[in-house]
């Protein structure tokens, strides 16, 4: 661990970055203690967790702003930095590592870039990426200008004001990203046996993260409901929760679905296409998306799209007989790119597959989607040097 120690607080070097729709605390690994408690608990205590407004911290009382990547160089031949993504809960007295994030991801590239960790080729530079919570290497394009990462351009994103350099991330590695398979049980829909005695159809897909896909008709929504309206729904996010657990036990991820893990699979409600009334109040016509899209994780359904969670939804959609599939009805599945509406408007992806004989009867030859991402402060965090001692 390299820190600066004072008497009461200890300055470690830190990065706030917004990466796509997220933002997040970025930190060379050096910097911190080793893996285990001491981590958990300082890291904890720079975004302020415990707490349901991050008061005393750097987090921004939402998940998507209360995210962590760890980098540092990496010793393997197949990448040039490794990754690791904590996400902190905000109102509980916890931090996760069993999986990865998408949009914190796409800051990755840059962040190395300009902490002198690759070599900088211009006019993009390629980043391979190990993540170390999956153990898939995730490929970033980044534009560079001047020897740093480039910020400006005119790629817009849902969920982020104005236009930024685009990061083109490159998915295509991270098939089976916690199970080793597309397909955890090898069928498209699986029946999910809950406890009022209904039996639910559900895709269980793991690309990127592990997801379970549910339709939203069959939880008695729409799939254009915002997240307000689907975290203020306590029996809504009472069955996605028992849908969640009961998926990680079919997946393997435990033995018993009440000692589910509280992060993954992640749950998404999926409709067919039809126009809502975005976050900000916009119009989201019926004809600019392929189908809609609801993202729950810890309890609460994501302002936009997770991006492990979008390359997840396209590779499915590319699943004959997933409910996927069946959610894009007739819009063509062959175009290479699939259009997710979400809570704050529309996310592209990019997704190009041919039928085999491999798992899931598809191999993909794209998989992957454009980010931007912006350096918004750059220097020391300071936390009290009390939080270094016993517990």
């Known amino acids: 661990m390299s820190a600066t120690l004072t008497a009461e607080q200890t300055a470690i070097r830190c990065v706030l970055l917004r990466g796509g729709t997220s933002k997040g605390l970025y930190f060379l690994e050096q910097d911190l203690p080793g893996p285990g408690p001491l981590r ?37 031949a197949d990448a040039d930095v490794d990754y690791t993504f904590a996400q902190a809960e905000i109102d509980k ?30 006019p993009v530079t390629v980043v391979r990426i190990f993540n170390v919570n999956t153990g898939k ?120 679905w009440r000692e589910a893990p509280p992060g993954l699979p992640l749950v998404v409600l999926v409709a067919p296409s039809e126009g809502y009334e975005s976050m900000r109040g916009e119009t989201v016509r019926a004809d600019a998306m392929d189908l809609r899209a609801r993202l729950i994780f810890f309890d609460f359904c994501h302002e936009s799209m997770a991006g492990t969670g979008s390359m997840c ?23 290479g790119e699939l259009r997710i509406g979400h809570p704050l408007g529309i996310m592209r992806v990019k997704v190009e597959a041919k039928h085999t004989n491999a798992p899931g009867g598809v191999e993909f030859t794209a998989l992957g989607f454009g980010r931007t991402a912006r350096t918004l402060m750059e220097g020391v965090v300071y936390v009290p040097t009390s939080t270094f001692g016993p517990s």
């Open 40 to 76: 958990d608990k300082v890291l904890k205590r720079i975004v302020g967790t415990p707490d349901l407004v991050q008061i005393d911290g750097l987090g921004g009382s939402r998940l998507i702003t209360s995210k962590i990547a760890l980098v540092k160089r990496s010793s393997s």
């Open 93 to 122: 007295d916890a931090i996760h590592w069993d999986g990865n994030c998408g949009n914190i991801s796409s800051g990755v590239g840059p962040f190395a870039i300009n902490a002198g960790l690759v070599p900088v080729t211009a």
């Open 137 to 256: 290497v995730l490929i970033a394009h980044v534009p560079v200008e001047g020897g740093r990462a480039k910020v400006e351009g005119e790629f817009a994103i849902d969920g982020v004001p104005g236009t930024g350099a685009e990061i083109v991330m490159d998915y295509h590695l991270t098939i089976g990203a916690r199970s080793g398979r597309i397909l955890p049980t090898e069928r498209a829909v699986d029946a999910l046996a809950l406890e009022d005695g209904t039996s639910l159809p559900v895709t269980l897909c793991d690309v990127a993260n592990p997801c379970v896909f549910v339709r939203a008709a069959d939880l008695g929504v729409t799939g254009s409901e915002l997240p307000a309206t689907i975290n203020a729904d306590e029996k809504l996010l009472s069955r996605v929760r028992e849908i969640r657990a009961k998926g990680a036990a079919l997946m393997g991820f435990c033995a018993d």
């Open 313 to 335: 939804t396209a590779a499915a959609s590319r699943i004959e007989g997933s409910l996927v599939y069946e959610a894009l009805g007739a819009h063509p599945n062959g175009s």
